[in-house]
């Protein structure tokens, strides 16, 4: 018998009952306003509770301001999504991280700075950027309001068993390119529909080099890449960033829960269903020039021409999202002008984001006419960075610098970039309309960003100084 | 039947994010594909097919590779049967998606990428009518007759239209029984 995966251990230790489906335990269920009302009104109507309030977390971020938090919520709509989630948790007695909790902020930065992720675990929410917690290696992936509801009920989830994917990245990452760039290099390899069905296990020589935030990047964009979740195990890195946070094990526990978690690697002898190499040396810094993740380039290449797409129906794609975009094919990336930039989201609204970015900021103005904006991912990224005099350095230069939450990555709340305007953005989607209706987004790193915010145009972080 | 035969259809697409702040499950349908639906004021596009009285009615959406990705927003789901669908036929989906559209009913069905382009061709004609029979697996519309792989658990969820968390809580005994052996540390 041949060993088993990172994934099959975390499986196979949470199955209840059965096998294909299995009948999975829930060890953290993340709860936000935008996909739990329904859930918690289908468990009033059938006279269900929730079975385990110790192993859920609610807070709010995709559809509240992020304008001061003394201003309320002016959208009624959003504001009675907000008060339904308080008035839910009060009601079922779940941990809440409401508007005027400094611990408030984006789901998937939330979880891991108050150690409710950590390693081993299975972890669900309504949102499918929960795929960011398997960075711990942990099993985490995003499920629709059905199945919140059916997690708050049993606390369990029947789960048909995914196949498994390894994505080898050997070599190191070159100087100028991040974790963003891996990713994004990654999903424009294997397309955006190249880990359906499957979850991928981040491996090699670049991924162990990489902070907890870098893999929580990589890890969050997995379903951009059709992937249900993406993990990479843990190993010293990831003690010792889950280890004295709120929620991680203390003493004994803790002793104990590293001897477990040190077993959580693939063995020698596992079997992948797919394996993929990626030369991590060889990667650029990244942009997208289309509507899908997966239409991204090199920074130093340019637009593509769609007729040099052999596949019609990617042909068509491609003249599809060009015509959107308003680019025309042969024009170099460093060319394109922009007029917003929105550093943030749970992709990259963390505090090693937000040092990279002041770092290329540090100095220099925000180009006329730009309008850019700084959302950290959580209260207490931003209270860091105030800490670190990175607010200043932002301000200084011209940013916006805003409370916590999901804001311009899908544009719920007044931070809508207007139709035909472009934006620099350091979220995970570029799709038609998913930062305004007509809106046209650039998904690039944090630097990338930061560079183009006073550049004014898209540019090569590379030749930044 | 509704032809869409373009890749990668996200969720964003099938139901934009200003309608995310509702509360209800229900009345979707009406801002179904709103964006592609209608002009920038507000007005509807003559060109989509929500528009078009002759697709009134129309019970099948026939859909490009990699339907619903994207978000794992149910509201998707909940807008295309408000609308009137029943079942989307597409060459992949959406992992997500497809769960979410068993859990609520909505048949979604995985044919190769050339019969579905066949059934494309085929619902050009908004009079075409195609029939789906989920007890034998087979999809039928003119002269072509195919088969399609549905996992047999989901099959009889949505013939018998059991209540999943009412299965589930029948296994309360092996819940119970698996908490008890967790590790302290977990809570």
New interface residues.
Partial sequence: MSGRTLFEKIWDDHV??GND?A?L?V?LHLVHE??S??AF??LDL?G?SV?RP??TLATVD??IPTTSRSLGIR?P??K??VD?LRQNTEKHGITFFGLDDPRQGIVHVVGPENGYTQPG?VIVC???HTSTHGAFGALAF??????V??VL????L?Q?R?KTMAVEFDGSLPTGVTSKDLILGMIAQLG??GG??HVIEYRGEAIRGLTMEERMTICNMS??G?A?AGMIAPDQTTFEYVDGRPKA?KGS??D??VE?WKSLVSDDDAVFDTTHHIDAAALEPHVSWGI?P?QTAPISSSVPNPDAFADP??R??VA?ALKYMALKPGTPFTEIAIDHVFLGSCTNGRIEDLRRAAEVVDGHKVADGVNAVVVPGSMQVKAQAEAEGLDAIFTAAGFSWREAGCSSC???NDDVIP?GERCASTSN?N????QG??ARTHLLSPAMAAAAAVAGHLVDVREWS | MVPL????V?T??II???F??????TGYGQFLFY?WATT?DGMPSSDFFTNDPDRRGARVLVA???FG???????A?WAIQDWGFDAVIAP?F???FR??SI??GLLTIELP?EIVTQLQDIASNPSAEVTIDLERQIVQAGELAVEFEF?G?AKRRLLEGLD???M??Q?DA??TA??AG??????
């Fill in positions: 209840v009952t489906p009948l335990y060890d935008v996909t009302p329904q009104a289908g059938a269900r079975r110790d192993l995709h559809a959208d709509q959003s009675k999504q339904t675990k309504g949102d499918s995003g499920i629709g309001t059905s199945e509801e059916h009920a049993t606390q369990t029947w048909k995914p955006v529909g359906q069905g379903i951009e059709g249900r094990p526990d803790w104990a829960a477990y899908n997966g129906v990617e068509d794609s599809r899908l544009a719920m139709s989607r799709f038609e309309g998913r209706r007509g | 035969p373009q890749a990668d996200d964003d697409q934009p994010k200003q995310l702040t509702r509360i209800e499950r964006d920038e490009g590779r990699n990705c994207g978000s794992s927003r149910e509201h789901v992949s959406g992992d997500i769960n979410n859990n609520v990428e996992d658990d999943p968390i009412g589930t809580l296994e092996a819940i698996y908490e967790r590790a302290d540390w977990l809570g």
